[in-house]
C-alpha cells in the first residue's frame, strides 16, 4: 500500500527508488505497442519476442559487447542509435522474409507459425552462433541503468502518437476493415495482403527498437530472456488493455508490470492475487479495459456501461400494446 | 614438569584475564550500539523458477538473525534483515535491489537467488555503493572480472569454476584405473549449465586429468524426455559421465544411463549438491560425485550447531543454499561488527563494512572461510558422493591453496 500511496502522492521520491521500473515499464509499454499494430490489423502473431531479441542482440554486439571468451564483432565498436538503427532494419528484413509464406495463415494457425519463428531463432541461430554468446548469453559492458529512462519514455510517447494518428489514415481504416471481415475488405479493394504485411514489418520494427532499447538497461542479455513467455506476456498486456485504440495495450503493460510491485504488501498471496486480478479483468472486460462499442463511437469504459445500464432498465422500453 | 605446568597455569590465568578485560572492553563497545538497528536486506527467488531455492535460503537467513540477536545483537544493535522475493526474474531482482537501498537504507545485501538476476541487481548495487553479498551464484563473471563494476560485489558461493576442476581431479587422482574418455552432457538453454560445461572441457585437456571428451551432447532443459540423448551418450562406452545441470535433469540422465547399462562414474557441479537431486535419482545415482562448498555430516561446531538449530526451528536438515545464505549472515555481522558503525552516516558505514567485508576470516558452518582478493570464496571445498538413499557421503576435502 506504501508503495501506491508514494506514487500518487510523492511521484519524484518514488521515481528515485524505483527508476528500474520505470524503464521497464516504458520498454513493455512498446512492446505492446509492437503487437497491437498487428492485432488492430486482425493478426495473432506472436513472433514479437523474436524480434525483440534481433534488436537487442544487434544493438549490443555492434555497441561492443563481449561474450566469455571476448569480443562478440572484434573491433566493431559503433555508437548506440547507429547499432539500433541497424537491429531495426534487420528486424525489417527478416519480417518481410518470414511475412511472405506465414501472413497467408490465419488465426491460430498464424499464431503457432509465429511462435514457431521466435523458438526456432532462439534454438537455431542464438544458441548456436558463436557471436551471440550462446547459452552463456552477452555481456554489455555499455548498459546504462538510469540514462535511458527519458529516451524511452519519449519514443513511446512519439510511436504511440504516430500510431494513434495511423489508425485515421487510410492504411488505419484498411486495417480495421480487414480486421472485421477481410473477405469483405478484399471484396472493397483493399490489397489485403500489403496491408497485413505493413502491420507485420512495422510491429517487428517496434518490437526490435524496444529490445535493443531494454537491452541496454542490462548488462546481461540471454537467449532466456526472449522466450514464448514474452510473447505471451505482451498478448496479456493487449488483452487486458483492449485493443480498440492503441493506449489500451500499452496502459495494459504498464499496469501489469507495476502490478506484482503494488501486491507486494499481499507478499506470500501475491502471484495467487495477481492472477486472480487478471481473471476478474478478463471476466468482467473481456474486451479489455479501453473499448469501442458499434453505436456509440469513441465511447470508453463508462459510456458502454452506462448504455449497457440503459438496455436492461425495462421501464425504459416501449412497453407493449395491449392486443 | 612441575614448572612448565605452573607456566602453562599463569599463562592461563593470564590469558583468561586478558580475555576478561578485552570482554569488558567489548561490552563497553556494545553499550555504544545498543539502541540501534542494523539494517539488512536479502532479494532471493521465493517464487518461480528459484522458488526450490530461495525459501530455505530465507529460513537460514532468518535463523541466522534471530542466533545473532539472541546473543546480544552486533555490539548490541539489533539485527534486522528485510527478505524480499524477486519472483526469479531480472527486473524484480533489480528493482527490489534498488528499493531496499534507496528506501529502506540497508546497509548491505544479500542476494540475489539465480546468476541471471544477479547480473541485473549487481551493478545497481555497485552504482549506489552498497555491499551486495551472493550466496548462491555459482556462475561466471559474478566477482572478480565482472562486464561492469564490482568493487562492492562479493560471493561465499563456491563457483562451478573452482567446484568442477576440484572434483575432476581428485576424481581422477584416486581412480584405479585411471578414466580415458568421458562423455558430456548438459542443456544449452541455461546459463548455468553452459558455464559448467566450459568449465568441464577445460579440465579434461589438463594433462594431469587426461580424459578424451568422446561426445558433447546438448539439449534443452525444456525437454521431456532425455533417454535418445542419454543413448547416444552411452553408445559410446565412456568411462565417465559429466552433468553439468540442475534441477531433475542430472537425476533424469542418471537413471536413463544406468539403465541402459552403463557402469561407469558420474561427476557433476553444484548441480548434484541437493538432497532433492540424490533423493530423486536414488540407487541409480550411488558414488556419483560432486564437489560441495558445504557437507551435512561435517562436526566441526559451526556446522554442528547450524545443523541443530535449523533442524530445531523448521524439523528438515538444512541444504547447500541454506548454509551458504546463513555463512552471508555470518559474514554480514561479523564485518560490522569490526567496522565502528556510526549508523548515522549512511554512506560511509556501507564503506566501512565493505573494507572490514575484505579482511572476513571466521568459523562458519562452509568451514573457516576468506575471501580472495577479488572477493570470491576461499574455504576447504568437500568432495561427496552421493549414498543411494537420498543423502550423501564425504570423500574428501581439499583446502585452499
Given at each position: 500500500m506504501a508503495f501506491l500511496t508514494q506514487l500518487l502522492f510523492h511521484p519524484f521520491t518514488w521515481y528515485h527508488a524505483h527508476q528500474l521500473l520505470a524503464g521497464q515499464m516504458g520498454v513493455d509499454g512498446l512492446l505492446a505497442l509492437s503487437i497491437w499494430l498487428t492485432l488492430y490489423s486482425g493478426q495473432l502473431t506472436l513472433a514479437n519476442a523474436g524480434f525483440m531479441a534481433i534488436g537487442a542482440y544487434s544493438s549490443v554486439i555492434l555497441t561492443g559487447g563481449t561474450t566469455s571468451s571476448g569480443p562478440a564483432a572484434a573491433g566493431v565498436h559503433l555508437p548506440l542509435p547507429v547499432a539500433m538503427l541497424i537491429g531495426v532494419v534487420l528486424a525489417a528484413v527478416v519480417a518481410l522474409l518470414i511475412g511472405l509464406p506465414v501472413l497467408r495463415l490465419k488465426g491460430v494457425f498464424l499464431a503457432i507459425a509465429t511462435l514457431g519463428f521466435g523458438e526456432a531463432l532462439r534454438f537455431g541461430l542464438i544458441l548456436n552462433l558463436g557471436i551471440t554468446g550462446k547459452g552463456q548469453g552477452l555481456n554489455n559492458p555499455h548498459a546504462t541503468l538510469t540514462s535511458g529512462i527519458m529516451p524511452i519514455w519519449l519514443s513511446l510517447a512519439i510511436l504511440a502518437f504516430l500510431a494513434w494518428r495511423l489508425t485515421g489514415t487510410k492504411t488505419g481504416h484498411a486495417w480495421a476493415a480487414i480486421r472485421e471481415d477481410q473477405l469483405a475488405a478484399a471484396a472493397q479493394g483493399i490489397d489485403v495482403a500489403r496491408y497485413k504485411m505493413v502491420a507485420f514489418v512495422l510491429g517487428a520494427m517496434v518490437a526490435a527498437f524496444a529490445g535493443a532499447l531494454g537491452a541496454h538497461l542490462s548488462f546481461l542479455i540471454d537467449s532466456n530472456d526472449y522466450t514464448f513467455t514474452q510473447a505471451i506476456d505482451m498478448l496479456i498486456w493487449a488483452v487486458v488493455g483492449g485493443i480498440a485504440f492503441v493506449i489500451g495495450p500499452i496502459v495494459g503493460a504498464v499496469l501489469l508490470t507495476i502490478l506484482p510491485e503494488v501486491l507486494r504488501f499481499t507478499q506470500d498471496y501475491r502471484q495467487v492475487i495477481n492472477g486472480v486480478i487478471l481473471i476478474a479483468i478478463v471476466l468482467f472486460r473481456p474486451d479489455g479495459l479501453f473499448t469501442r462499442r458499434s453505436g456509440t463511437g469513441q465511447s470508453g469504459w463508462f459510456v458502454r456501461r452506462w448504455v449497457t445500464v440503459r438496455r436492461r432498465w425495462p421501464s425504459r422500453r416501449p412497453q407493449p400494446a395491449p392486443p | 614438569m612441575r614448572t612448565t605446568s605452573r607456566i602453562r597455569w599463569w599463562g592461563t590465568a593470564g590469558v583468561a584475564v586478558a580475555l576478561f578485560a578485552s570482554a569488558c572492553g567489548s561490552s563497553s563497545g556494545t553499550a555504544s550500539s545498543k539502541g540501534k538497528t542494523l539494517k539488512l536486506g536479502a532479494v532471493f527467488s521465493l517464487t518461480g523458477a528459484g522458488g526450490v531455492y530461495g525459501p530455505q535460503q530465507q529460513q537460514a537467513v532468518k535463523l541466522a538473525e534471530e542466533t545473532i540477536n539472541a546473543g546480544g545483537g552486533v555490539n548490541g544493535a539489533n539485527l534486522s534483515i528485510q527478505v524480499v522475493d524477486d519472483a526469479s526474474t531480472q527486473t524484480q531482482a533489480a528493482q527490489q535491489t534498488q528499493t531496499l537501498i534507496q528506501q529502506n537504507q540497508v546497509v548491505a545485501l544479500l542476494g540475489p537467488t539465480l546468476s541471471n538476476s544477479a547480473v541485473a541487481a549487481h551493478p545497481i548495487a555497485d552504482s549506489l555503493k552498497t555491499p551486495m553479498l551472493a550466496v548462491s551464484t555459482t556462475g561466471l563473471n559474478i566477482v572478480g572480472t565482472c562486464?561492469?563494476?564490482?568493487?562492492?560485489?562479493?560471493?561465499?558461493?563456491?563457483?562451478?569454476?573452482?567446484?568442477?576442476?576440484?572434483?575432476?581431479?581428485?576424481?581422477?587422482?584416486?581412480?584405479?584405473?585411471?578414466?580415458?574418455?568421458?562423455?558430456?552432457?548438459?542443456?544449452?538453454?541455461?546459463?548455468?549449465?553452459?558455464?559448467?560445461?566450459?568449465?568441464?572441457?577445460?579440465?579434461?585437456?589438463?594433462?594431469?586429468?587426461?580424459?578424451?571428451?568422446?561426445?558433447?551432447?546438448?539439449?534443452?532443459?525444456?525437454?521431456?524426455?532425455?533417454?535418445?540423448?542419454?543413448?547416444?551418450?552411452?553408445?559410446?562406452?565412456?568411462?565417465?559421465?559429466?552433468?553439468?545441470?540442475?534441477?531433475?535433469?542430472?537425476?533424469?540422465?542418471?537413471?536413463?544411463?544406468?539403465?541402459?547399462?552403463?557402469?561407469?562414474?558420474?561427476?557433476?557441479?553444484?548441480?548434484?549438491?541437493?538432497?532433492?537431486?540424490?533423493?530423486?535419482?536414488?540407487?541409480?545415482?550411488?558414488?556419483?560425485?560432486?564437489?560441495?562448498?558445504?557437507?551435512?555430516?561435517?562436526?566441526?561446531?559451526?556446522?554442528?550447531?547450524?545443523?541443530?538449530?535449523?533442524?530445531?526451528?523448521?524439523?528438515?536438515?538444512?541444504?547447500?543454499?541454506a548454509a551458504q545464505a546463513y555463512t552471508g549472515v555470518l559474514i554480514l555481522a561479523d564485518a560490522a561488527k569490526r567496522a565502528k558503525l556510526t549508523y548515522t552516516d549512511l554512506a560511509g558505514d556501507r564503506q566501512k563494512l565493505r573494507t572490514a567485508m575484505e579482511s572476513t576470516n571466521i568459523q562458519t558452518p562452509l568451514g573457516p572461510f576468506q575471501f580472495t582478493s577479488t572477493h570470491d570464496v576461499h574455504q576447504t571445498i568437500w568432495v561427496i558422493a552421493m549414498d543411494g538413499q537420498g543423502g550423501f557421503s564425504l570423500v574428501t576435502s581439499v583446502k585452499p591453496s
Open positions: - | 562486464p561492469y563494476p564490482c568493487t562492492y560485489i562479493f560471493r561465499d558461493s563456491l563457483g562451478e569454476a573452482a567446484a568442477i576442476p576440484t572434483n575432476i581431479k581428485t576424481y581422477v587422482a584416486a581412480a584405479s584405473p585411471k578414466p580415458k574418455t568421458g562423455v558430456l552432457l548438459y542443456p544449452n538453454d541455461d546459463k548455468f549449465s553452459v558455464d559448467g560445461a566450459t568449465a568441464v572441457k577445460q579440465t579434461v585437456t589438463d594433462p594431469a586429468v587426461g580424459i578424451q571428451l568422446l561426445d558433447t551432447i546438448q539439449f534443452s532443459k525444456s525437454d521431456a524426455d532425455l533417454t535418445q540423448f542419454v543413448n547416444q551418450g552411452v553408445a559410446k562406452h565412456p568411462d565417465v559421465i559429466f552433468i553439468t545441470s540442475l534441477g531433475g535433469i542430472p537425476a533424469k540422465i542418471m537413471t536413463a544411463a544406468r539403465q541402459q547399462g552403463f557402469t561407469g562414474q558420474f561427476l557433476g557441479g553444484n548441480g548434484f549438491n541437493s538432497a532433492a537431486v540424490s533423493k530423486q535419482a536414488g540407487n541409480f545415482g550411488k558414488g556419483a560425485r560432486s564437489a560441495s562448498a558445504w557437507y551435512l555430516g561435517n562436526d566441526f561446531a559451526s556446522n554442528a550447531e547450524f545443523v541443530k538449530a535449523f533442524k530445531a526451528k523448521y524439523g528438515t536438515d538444512p541444504d547447500q543454499f
